[in-house]
C-alpha cells in the first residue's frame, strides 16, 4: 500500500450503487470537501472520471463495472472486493484539517476502525484550532523567508511550549 493524500477539489470523483454503504461514501467524501457524483445507468454515458467508489451492488454487477471503469483510466474501489480494488479505503479521523489515517490493507476494518477510535481520544475536536493556529503561524513563517529547516524547528518549538503533545 502506498498512502497518499488527495486534493478532491482537483479529481472527478464518482459513487456507484444504491444503499446505505452508498450514502455513507458520499457523506465521508462531501466532509473531505469532495463534491462526487452519484452515478447510475450506463457507464459509456457518464462524465470522465479518475476514481470510482462501487458499494451496495451484487457482485456480478460490480465487478462488470469495475471491469468497464479499469477499460476507461479509472481508479476503483469495490466494497469488501479487494481483488477488484485499485486503492482501499482507510479509517479516517478528522479534526479540521487534521487527517489521520488508518488501514489494515483492506485485512480488517474493523481494527483499523478501533484503532482510529483509540487515536481519537487522543486528538480530541480541539485539534482542529490546533492546526489552524499552527498552520497560520507557518504562513507567516514562511511569509518572512524562513527555510524549511527554521520551520522545522519553530514548529518544534512552538509544539514543545503549547504542550500539546506532552
Known amino acids: 500500500m502506498i ?10 470523483l464518482g459513487v456507484a450503487g444504491d ?11 462531501a466532509a473531505a470537501g469532495a463534491s462526487p457524483l452519484h452515478l447510475c445507468g450506463d457507464p459509456a454515458a457518464w462524465p470522465p472520471l479518475d476514481l470510482l467508489w462501487i458499494a451496495d451492488m451484487a457482485e456480478p454487477a460490480a465487478a462488470r463495472l469495475a471491469a ?16 477488484l480494488c485499485d486503492f482501499r479505503n482507510t479509517a479516517e479521523l478528522r ?3 487534521l487527517l489521520v489515517a488508518v488501514s489494515t490493507g483492506g485485512q480488517s476494518p474493523g481494527l483499523a476502525g ?30 518572512e523567508g524562513r527555510s524549511l529547516p527554521e520551520l522545522a524547528r519553530l514548529t518544534a518549538a512552538s509544539l514543545s511550549d503549547s504542550g500539546w503533545l506532552a
Open 3 to 12: 498512502p497518499v493524500t488527495l486534493d478532491p477539489i482537483r479529481l472527478r
Open 19 to 29: 444503499g446505505p454503504a452508498v450514502a455513507r461514501r458520499l457523506r465521508l467524501l
Open 68 to 83: 468497464a471503469a479499469h477499460d476507461r483510466g479509472i481508479l476503483v474501489n469495490v466494497e469488501d472486493r479487494p481483488e
Open 95 to 97: 479534526r479540521g484539517d
Open 114 to 143: 478501533a484503532i482510529r477510535d483509540r487515536i481519537g481520544a487522543l486528538f480530541g475536536p480541539d485539534w482542529a484550532d490546533r492546526v489552524a493556529a499552527l498552520g497560520a503561524r507557518r504562513r507567516a513563517w514562511r511569509a
